[in-house]
């Protein structure tokens, strides 16, 4: 289909935009840039994108009139069928607007809930889309109709007979919204015990975020081996990928790839995808994947970051948890490249690197070895009968939590250890020992 992409520009934006001339503020003409991405990401053919500057909004269409009668003419012209307008828009605004260009139009939180919708691949990726697409429905249902609903007079709290027909809808959207929760509540347990016995499994949790396209999954494929999707488009990721992997030292973790970020990200919808982020809050590590060649990375950074709090990662925390991995440096002129080298050089918290050539990517993993070998993991492990000469070692470098002398004469004990230490054992123990099952991994 055929689509005209519009970003509006409010007064107050620009003012503040001058006032702030420092702060990374995106440009409008990286916002549009990103707008355009995002109608690609659902294979839409971009005919033209506009920055449209708005001295008033209107309430009834956003728009002025003089400036709706040209995007009139322009949508005629390019014969486009959609319009999105990269900005919210109230439920009377977009109908007036559909009704004055004779199109279909969206605003940027249908459009990503579009992307959403069409990426959902997994039981739970698709379970948080309904529901976010149905939060979505409700806000502007109530938002459309109050005036409507005052006009009438009420119709009693109990409802009944004299109900209105939006009390009856939204009341309709309520019910499959509850139900939708407890479904996804479900899967979220299953998932839950899944992690609970992977956590039993000794190995620590690396999770990748970033803003959405900043190269997160082809550092995951690069790093891991696996042959996650990785696309120039937006969200191209939905669904998280976990894959076992070994560190430099021998340590195993588990990396994770997740759902990208994006700057205006309503609410509800990261309410609605808390559990594939739950991953994250549990990472004994996050890599902050930014893509150092969009002239917007700051403003995105920040975004990130923002996100991350909402979900419960305060800044603390994050001095201590999170690795900063400039990616994409292959990018960048050989001035910008060695200055941005350079810098991350200077800085404990950050990596440059080009997940495409490899570039950086093997100090990045002796960093992550390095941060992770304070992190202690628990296992049990079973010595038979003719490993006892093991035990004083496991004794001297383990914490040792359990014994149990079983009768056939081995031991079990219930310990914990570095990383180093865990690949010391597995080398004393010998690769027979693995004792967990790995049938977590998909
Ligand atoms: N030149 C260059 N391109 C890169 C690099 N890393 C990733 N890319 C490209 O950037 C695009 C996006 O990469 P992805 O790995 O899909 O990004 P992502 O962060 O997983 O994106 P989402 O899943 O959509 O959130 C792809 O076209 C990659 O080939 C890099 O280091 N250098
Ligand atoms: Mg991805």
Same mark, same amino acid.
């Given at each position: 289909m055929?689509?005209?992409?519009?970003?509006?520009q409010l007064?107050?934006?620009?003012d503040?935009?001058?006032?702030?001339?420092?702060?990374?503020?995106?440009?409008?003409?990286?916002?549009l840039?990103?707008a355009?991405?995002l109608?690609?990401?659902?294979?839409?053919?971009?005919?033209?994108?506009?920055i449209?500057?708005?001295?008033?909004p209107?309430?009834?269409t956003?728009?002025? @009139? /003089?400036? $709706?009668e040209e =995007?009139?003419?322009?949508?005629?012209?390019t014969?486009a #069928?959609?319009?999105i +307008? &990269?900005h919210?828009?109230t439920?009377?605004?977009q109908?007036?607007?559909?009704?004055q260009?004779?199109?279909?139009?969206?605003d940027? @939180? /249908?459009? $990503?809930l579009e =992307?959403?919708?069409?990426?959902a691949s997994t039981?739970? #990726?698709?379970?948080? +889309? &309904?529901?976010?697409?149905l939060?979505?429905?409700?806000?502007?249902?109530?938002?459309?109709?109050?005036h409507?609903?005052?006009?009438r007079? /009420?119709?009693?709290?109990?409802?009944?007979?004299?109900?209105?027909?939006i009390e009856?809808d939204r009341?309709l959207?309520?019910?499959?919204?509850?139900?939708?929760?407890r479904?996804?509540?479900?899967?979220v347990?299953?998932?839950?015990?899944?992690?609970?016995?992977?956590?039993?499994v000794p190995?620590?949790?690396?999770?990748?975020v970033?803003?959405?396209?900043?190269?997160?999954?082809?550092l995951?494929?690069?790093?891991t081996?696996?042959?996650v999707?990785?696309?120039?488009?937006?969200f191209?990721?939905?669904?998280?990928?976990?894959r076992r992997m070994?560190?430099?030292?021998?340590?195993?973790?588990?990396?994770?790839?997740?759902?990208g970020?994006?700057?205006?990200?309503?609410t509800?919808l990261?309410?609605?995808?808390?559990a594939?982020?739950?991953?994250?809050?549990?990472?004994?590590?996050?890599?902050?994947?930014r893509?150092?060649?969009?002239p917007?990375?700051a403003?995105?950074a920040?975004d990130?970051?923002?996100?991350?709090?909402d979900?419960?990662?305060?800044e603390?925390?994050?001095?201590?948890?999170?690795?900063?991995?400039?990616?994409k440096?292959d990018?960048?002129e050989p001035?910008?490249?060695?200055?941005i080298m350079?810098?991350?050089?200077?800085?404990?918290?950050?990596?440059?690197?080009s997940?495409?050539t490899?570039?950086?990517?093997?100090?990045?993993?002796?960093?992550?070895?390095?941060?992770?070998?304070?992190?202690?993991?628990?296992t049990?492990?079973?010595?038979?009968?003719?490993?006892?000469?093991l035990?004083?070692?496991?004794?001297?470098?383990?914490?040792?939590?359990?014994?149990e002398?079983?009768?056939?004469?081995?031991?079990?004990?219930?310990i914990r250890?570095?990383?180093?230490?865990?690949a010391?054992?597995?080398?004393k123990?010998g690769?027979g020992?693995?004792?967990?099952?790995?049938d977590?991994?998909?």
């Open positions: 055929r689509a005209v992409v519009l970003v509006p007064k107050q934006q620009r503040h935009r001058e006032a702030t001339a420092t702060a990374p503020l995106r440009s409008m003409e990286a916002k840039e990103e355009k991405g109608a690609l990401a659902i294979d839409l053919t971009v005919t033209q994108g506009l449209v500057p708005v001295s008033q209107r309430p009834a956003l728009f002025g @009139t /003089g400036k $709706i =995007i009139g003419h322009l949508l005629d012209e014969d #069928g959609l319009v +307008v &990269d919210p828009l439920p009377v605004q109908r007036n607007l559909e009704k260009w004779n199109s279909k139009v969206i940027r @939180t /249908g459009l $990503i =992307i959403f919708g069409r990426r039981k739970e #990726g698709t379970l948080q +889309v &309904d529901l976010a697409h939060n979505y429905q409700k806000g502007r249902l109530v938002r459309s109709w109050t409507l609903e005052r006009q007079g /009420g119709a009693g709290f109990m409802g009944g007979p004299g109900e209105t027909q009856a009341r959207l309520q019910d499959r919204i509850v139900r939708l929760e479904e996804l509540e479900q899967v347990r299953t998932r839950q015990l899944h992690r609970a016995k992977r956590r039993k190995h620590p949790i690396v999770a990748l970033g803003y959405t396209n900043a190269g997160k999954s082809t995951f494929n690069r790093i081996g696996a042959g999707l990785a696309e120039d488009m937006l191209a990721t939905l669904d998280p990928t976990l070994k560190l430099p030292h021998g340590r195993t973790v588990i990396l994770s790839d997740t759902v970020f994006i700057s205006d990200l309503p509800h990261v309410a609605a995808f808390r594939t982020l739950e991953e994250v809050l549990e990472a004994d590590l996050v890599l902050h994947v893509d150092m060649s969009d917007d990375n403003a995105q920040g990130v970051m923002r996100i991350l709090g979900l419960g990662i305060d603390k925390v994050a001095e201590e948890r999170i690795i900063e991995v400039w990616n440096v990018r960048l001035e910008a490249h060695d200055a350079q810098k991350a050089e200077g800085r404990a918290n950050v990596r440059a690197v997940a495409l490899g570039e950086g990517v093997d100090a990045l993993m002796d960093d992550v070895s390095v941060r992770l070998s304070g992190v202690l993991t628990e049990t492990i079973v010595l038979s009968v003719d490993q006892l000469p035990l004083s070692w496991v004794y001297d470098n383990a914490i040792v939590d359990g014994r002398d079983r009768e056939d004469g081995s031991v079990a004990l219930d250890l570095s990383g180093e230490q865990g010391a054992l597995e080398r123990l690769l020992a693995k004792t967990q099952s790995e977590w991994e998909r």
